[in-house]
């Protein structure tokens, strides 16, 4: 059995006895220091997991209200009579306050039936004479040519919506939306298809 006697002299100098080591000041601040720098990249490690498992949460809410949004227009779809929805006009997109593009603030500017009917369906032939012909037979495109405004009925579109909402960690609080918890909104437009086949 070795036995260890550690001597603190007066200027400071630590001495082991027993190994012929010694530790000085300097060293003791460099491991002190190194200390210091693996406790904070611990905790920037730590940080990152947490962010990296929020947004996680994040993708899994938006898929299932996806989901969820097509799980509830699916069961209309087949259905033998449908009430279909009045889907307004969408023209383009003005930056909200935050002065960012796609953020939940940005303002739409919607149009009219009336620019649709002369932006799309007019344009929908090569002569406006063609329109005779296609009145002869039954098809979609004469009745949005004869009624613009029943667009959803005209493509057969029916609406699905979902939403989910979830707490959020204290230090994405402020970060992600400044509450303390966000809301997932889905909204999907699919086919009649009953109408179809």
Known sequence: MQRHHITIKKHGTVTEHGNGKAASP???KR???ALIEVSVCMIGIVVVLLAMLELTKIGMMRTQATMDA???VAAFMQSDTVLFPTPGFLQTWNEGPDGKRYTADDVPVTASSASFYHTTIERSVADAADWNLLQQIPNPIST???SPTVLAAGFGLLRGQ???TTNLLPGFQR???GTDTITIE???WMTWTKGIY
């Open 26 to 28: 300097a060293s003791c």
């Open 31 to 33: 491991s002190g220091q």
């Open 70 to 72: 097509r799980a509830d």
């Open 144 to 146: 949005l040519h004869s």
């Open 162 to 164: 979902s939403s989910a």
């Open 175 to 177: 970060l992600v939306s």
């Open 186 to 188: 889905s909204e999907v």
